[in-house]
Structures are given as structure tokens and as C-alpha cells.
């Protein structure tokens, strides 16, 4: 859209997270690549085991979902905008593993075809907005929903702090990196990437709670494993 | 089946109405990094991708930038809805363990 800043396009298009290459050091964005490429090797492996065949197709949906939501900007205060990751709602839906997966889709599709953060940053943006969140939102997830249990309620709350963790969770991982590339002081950056994002997260935790209210409203199959305790006995229903 | 068949078309249909409807709804701000990267001074950093595909969730060569925007959202709708249920469904049924190559990783 209008960049006020003439010549960087790509970084002004883009929507919220994602690097541009030039932010990160070439260190970085190596270290990235290399620890993502390792992560999503074996999430890959255990998806395999985890997964089972109706979670296949809500794979497919939930990448076309969080891809579009991500194109939704939403305004945030003082003429920013945010929009969603979903790599929390993805986890807590699919598990940590198949929400790995998805979200090393969606964000490697942003970089590949629409020029959406960098490709040598590519590493660090699926670490950041991929990885990071559907782990720390699963786990922020889990906690919350062991102390208050499971009622629809407390279920559609622990999405909403878990979707809210895991952006914090992102601006801090991409405060660090911007950091030890030399691009801004830690004491800089990182004040300011964990004030946007919390109000950015409030975004997050809405949407995500509203399309896990929507999947446990219309098909709570789909989500009973992984709503419900997965490492436990499964559930039968309700 | 045919109830889980229905419920995804109905899953991608949202996805799609989502990423259309961005082309007005969207907020055209600069994100979270940009601002930060704006009022700290580090955006001028970036660097291009040195290609051009559908650069930011455009369609070169249409110029409605709406239209433009709506296409490449069904576009990438369409595309990684696939990646992702291909993938799941390549994982599903391959034994892990098996030492063939991982989809939707890089080479």
C-alpha cells in the first residue's frame, strides 16, 4: 500500500513480522536456516506419527485460513497496523508439530511468491512466526487449561492468552535477532517490538479464539484431540 | 465423508472471502517491525528480493489494485491450502524413519 518511505517497497507491503533481508546479519539469517531446517525435519517426522486422517484436510484449511488472515491488517494504535500469525491457534488445533508444518508453509509461500520477508531471512521468519509461536502458544495453552480446565470458556480464554504469549513471544525472538545483527540496540528494539505487540497480540488472541470457537462449534472432532489433553488418554467425546 | 468435504469447502470459502475482502478492509499502516524499523531508523536496512512474483500480494500487469490484490489472495489461498494438505497427507502415509525427502522443506 502507500509507503511513506519511498524506495524499501517490499518492506512496506509486508505484512507484520517478517524480515526483510538487510535486518538480520548474514550469521543470523544462517543460524536460522539451520536451526528451522533441523526443527522442521523433526516435526515433520513426528506430524507423521501424530497426525491422523481427519487432521489432514485441517491442515490444508487452517494454512489457507492463517495465509489469509495474515493479508488482514488490522490497525493497532498511532497509525500501525498488526495482523494475525497463527501459529498458537494452528498448534492448539493440529498439535505443535502439524502447526509447524503449516506455518513453514504459509510463511515460506510469503517469501517465495510474494516477496514477503526475505529469503535469506526465511530461516529466522518461520522460527519466529512459525515455530516459536505454535510452541510457546501450545505450552501457554496447555497451562491454562490444566489450571481452569476445559469448559468452552476457559478453553476459548487459554486460546486468547496463548494467541497473545506467542506474538510477544515472536517480537522478542525478532528483537534479539535484530540485536546481535548489529540493526538496533536490544535496549531499543526490544522496548519497542514488545509494545506494539501487545496490542497486536490482542488481535491475535481475538481471531484465534474466535476461529477455534468456530471449529469447536461446527466440527469438535476436529479439534477434540488436542483441545483436550493429547499426551493423556484420549477422548471419546462429549 | 461427505460432512467433513462440506466443512472444508466451507473452511477454504472463509479463507478466501478473508484474503479478497483484505483488498478493502486491510489496514494499509505500516506493521509492527515497519514502525519500529521507521522510528528507530534501521527500515532503510532492507533490501529487495532482486525477483518480483506477486510482490506484496499484488498481480503484476493489473493494474485495479483491488482486483489485483484479490487474485493474488485466491491465489495464495488456493496455493498453500494444497502445500499444507499435500504435505500432511505425504507425512500421513510415509513411514517415518524412511530417508526420502521432506515436503515443504528446502533442498
Redesign the interface.
Known amino acids: 500500500?502507500?509507503?511513506?518511505?519511498g524506495a524499501?517497497?517490499?518492506?512496506?507491503?509486508?505484512?507484520?513480522?517478517?524480515?526483510?533481508?538487510?535486518?538480520v546479519s548474514t550469521p543470523v539469517a544462517l543460524a536460522g536456516?539451520v536451526v528451522t531446517?533441523i526443527i522442521?525435519?523433526l516435526a515433520?517426522?513426528r506430524?507423521?506419527?501424530e497426525?491422523?486422517?481427519?487432521?489432514?484436510?485441517l491442515?490444508?484449511?487452517?494454512?489457507?485460513?492463517i495465509?489469509?488472515?495474515q493479508?488482514?491488517?488490522?490497525?493497532?494504535a498511532?497509525?500501525?497496523?498488526?495482523?494475525m500469525l497463527g501459529g498458537a491457534l494452528a498448534a492448539v488445533l493440529l498439535g505443535p508439530s502439524?502447526a509447524v508444518?503449516?506455518m513453514?508453509?504459509?510463511v515460506?509461500?510469503?517469501?517465495?511468491?510474494?516477496?514477503?520477508g526475505?529469503?535469506g531471512a526465511l530461516g529466522v521468519n518461520v522460527l519466529n512466526m512459525g515455530i516459536l509461536t505454535a510452541f510457546t502458544g501450545y505450552a501457554a495453552f496447555r497451562v491454562a487449561t490444566a489450571a481452569g480446565g476445559r469448559s468452552r470458556a476457559v478453553v476459548l480464554g487459554a486460546m486468547f492468552v496463548a494467541a497473545w504469549v506467542s506474538v510477544e513471544v515472536a517480537?522478542i525472538a525478532?528483537s534479539l535477532q535484530?540485536a546481535v545483527s548489529d540493526?538496533?540496540p536490544l535496549s531499543?528494539?526490544l522496548p519497542?517490538?514488545v509494545g506494539?505487540?501487545a496490542l497486536?497480540g490482542i488481535g491475535e488472541g481475538l481471531i484465534s479464539a474466535a476461529a477455534l470457537g468456530f471449529v469447536l462449534s461446527?466440527?469438535p472432532d476436529?479439534a477434540s484431540r488436542t483441545v483436550a489433553a493429547p499426551s493423556t488418554m484420549p477422548v471419546a467425546g462429549d | 465423508m461427505s460432512g467433513?468435504k462440506r466443512?472444508?469447502v466451507?473452511?477454504?470459502v472463509?479463507?478466501?472471502v478473508?484474503?479478497g475482502?483484505?483488498a478493502w478492509?486491510?489496514?494499509?499502516?505500516?506493521?509492527?517491525?515497519?514502525?519500529?524499523?521507521?522510528?528507530?531508523e534501521?527500515?532503510?536496512?532492507?533490501?529487495?528480493?532482486g525477483?518480483?512474483?506477486?510482490?506484496?500480494?499484488t498481480v503484476p500487469g493489473i493494474d485495479d489494485e483491488r482486483a489485483s490484490?484479490v487474485l493474488?489472495?485466491v491465489?495464495?489461498?488456493?496455493?498453500?491450502?494444497?502445500?499444507?494438505?499435500g504435505?500432511?497427507?505425504l507425512?500421513?502415509h510415509?513411514k517415518?524413519?524412511a530417508d526420502g525427502p521432506?515436503?515443504?522443506?528446502?533442498t
Not at chain 1, 515460506?108 to 514477503?116: E, I, P, S, T
Not at chain 2, 486491510?26 to 515497519?34: K, N, Q, T, V
Not at chain 2, 534501521?42 to 528480493?49: G, K, Q, V, Y
Not at chain 2, 521432506?102 to 528446502?106: D, K, N, S, T, V
Open positions: 500500500m502507500m509507503a511513506a518511505v524499501i517497497e517490499v518492506a512496506a507491503d509486508g505484512p507484520a513480522l517478517h524480515i526483510p533481508d538487510g535486518f536456516w531446517g522442521v525435519g515433520a517426522r506430524a507423521g506419527r497426525l491422523d486422517d481427519r487432521a489432514v484436510p491442515m490444508g484449511v487452517m494454512a489457507a485460513f495465509f489469509a488472515a493479508m488482514m491488517n488490522f490497525p493497532v498511532g497509525g500501525t497496523s498488526g495482523h502439524a508444518i503449516v513453514t508453509a504459509v515460506g509461500l510469503q517469501a517465495f511468491l510474494f516477496q514477503d526475505g529469503i517480537a525478532t535484530l540493526t538496533s531499543v528494539a519497542a517490538m506494539v505487540h497486536v461446527t466440527r476436529l | 467433513t466443512w472444508i466451507v473452511g477454504v472463509i479463507a478466501l478473508i484474503a475482502s483484505s478492509l486491510a489496514s494499509g499502516s505500516p506493521d509492527g517491525l515497519e514502525r519500529v524499523a521507521e522510528d528507530k534501521f527500515l532503510h536496512r532492507a533490501e529487495d528480493s525477483y518480483e512474483i506477486l510482490p506484496g500480494y490484490t493474488a489472495g491465489i495464495g489461498v488456493i496455493v498453500v491450502g494444497g502445500i499444507a494438505f504435505a500432511g497427507r507425512l500421513r510415509s517415518p524413519g521432506a515436503p515443504g522443506e528446502q
